[in-house]
């Protein structure tokens, strides 16, 4: 917490005195490209629950800040092609938010019209065919909100119950209406109103409908893998791939071929089986500023969050912030041997 106050006024006392500026408008910044990674915008208290839930306010906030700050947001093809070719205008940026939450379209979508930014969206798609919340992270949050007992109890322990709901799901092989059923149930026992959790849509995924609306309004749909996860093995992954492409062409019309690794989580022998599939970009939760010494296929982003200042924001906007010391990434360990999930982790088996 010291060194993270330190490191703000550091920015703050940088950007007073023009450095923000001077480093934004330099060669050395124009020779990179900052890709802005998001997650969810919170509709009730998800922000409390998960930091990488933002709320509406903080990332208006942030769409602010570029426009006053006169960054170019680029399309995300447009942006890699041009980060190839060394062609990027002054200060780029390209936006992308993972997975396709509903929040997305009834807050983030609405935003980003307001001021005429361009966005990717990386949608995976299980889900969106079933008008119920994500099984596995609707556990996590009723068990958040559910009592001052789990209020108060570590992620990790909340975690240990979600698992254990899980397996038992997974033990009778229920279907996903009969997972919601499941959850209603447990809401019921915990005290939390789950009717107001589908009537807010919260932790659901855009409907085929929703998404074909922002991709006829001009969002960028892109790869995310179908059922949000990325098995260690070729057959397997490449059936996600597809299963997500196919998905994506039969309602939007086109054929996606940029990708982000669902949770962060990669492996070097995806990288092959990517360019196999003809994915043009695939971008990472590891922190930085893509240059073109960067393999497409593993591109750095600020994943922002709640608890990022607005100086530290800036500072990535800029650039300044890269040269300072960084906070741990919340996905320092993504290149694995393995799939071992993410703790509200999206996978649905």
């Known amino acids: 917490m010291l060194l993270k106050r330190a490191k703000d006024y550091a920015l703050r006392a940088a950007k007073s005195l023009g450095v923000f500026s001077l480093v934004a408008r330099s060669r050395w910044r124009r020779q990179r490209l900052v890709i802005l990674?998001?997650?969810?915008?919170?509709?009730?208290?998800?922000?409390?629950?998960?930091?990488?839930?933002?709320?509406?306010?903080?990332?208006?906030q942030r769409l602010e800040i570029l426009a006053r700050g006169g960054y170019r947001v680029l399309p995300l093809a447009e942006a890699v092609e041009r980060l190839r070719t060394g062609a990027l205008p002054p200060q780029s940026v390209a936006l992308?938010?993972?997975?396709?939450?509903?929040?997305?379209?009834?807050?983030?979508?609405p935003m980003l019209r307001d001021f005429g930014f361009p966005a990717t969206v990386y949608q995976t798609t299980y889900y969106c065919?079933?008008?119920?919340?994500?099984?596995?992270?609707?556990?996590?949050?009723?068990?958040?909100?559910?009592?001052?007992v789990f209020r108060s109890t570590l992620a990790k322990a909340r975690t240990a119950e979600v698992r254990e709901v899980l397996k038992f799901a997974r033990h009778k092989a229920?279907?996903?209406?009969?997972?919601?059923?499941?959850?209603?149930?447990?809401?019921?026992?915990?005290?939390?109103?789950?009717?107001e959790i589908r009537r807010l849509r919260l932790l659901?995924?855009?409907?085929?409908?929703?998404?074909?609306?922002?991709?006829?309004?001009?969002?960028?749909?892109?790869?995310?893998?179908?059922?949000?996860?990325?098995?260690?093995?070729?057959?397997?992954?490449?059936?996600?791939i597809r299963d997500n492409r196919d998905w994506l062409a039969?309602?939007?019309?086109?054929?996606?071929?940029?990708?982000?690794?669902?949770?962060?989580?990669?492996?070097?022998?995806?990288?092959?089986?990517?360019?196999?599939?003809?994915?043009?970009?695939?971008?990472?939760?590891?922190?930085?500023?893509?240059?073109?010494?960067?393999d497409p296929l593993l591109l750095p982003r600020l994943v922002d969050a709640g608890d990022i200042s607005a100086s530290d924001f800036e500072?990535?906007?800029s650039g300044v912030s890269s040269f300072l010391p960084r906070r741990p990434a919340w996905c320092d360990w993504t290149p694995v041997k393995g799939y071992p999930g993410w703790r509200n982790g999206l996978g649905v088996t």
């Open 37 to 60: 990674g998001y997650h969810g915008l919170s509709l009730r208290d998800e922000h409390k629950w998960d930091r990488l839930f933002m709320e509406p306010r903080v990332f208006r």
């Open 96 to 109: 992308t938010f993972d997975d396709g939450f509903y929040d997305f379209y009834e807050v983030g979508f």
């Open 129 to 148: 065919d079933h008008r119920f919340p994500i099984f596995s992270l609707v556990l996590n949050y009723l068990f958040w909100r559910g009592s001052d």
């Open 174 to 195: 229920y279907s996903i209406p009969q997972r919601n059923e499941l959850a209603a149930h447990i809401a019921a026992e915990l005290g939390v109103d789950y009717c």
């Open 204 to 240: 659901h995924l855009m409907s085929p409908a929703q998404l074909a609306e922002v991709a006829a309004a001009g969002i960028d749909v892109q790869l995310h893998t179908h059922r949000h996860r990325a098995p260690v093995n070729e057959r397997l992954f490449v059936r996600e």
């Open 250 to 294: 039969d309602r939007i019309g086109a054929r996606p071929s940029h990708f982000c690794y669902p949770n962060g989580v990669y492996h070097s022998s995806f990288l092959p089986w990517l360019r196999a599939e003809r994915v043009v970009s695939a971008t990472t939760c590891d922190l930085g500023i893509a240059t073109r010494e960067h």
């Open 315 to 317: 500072g990535w906007l």
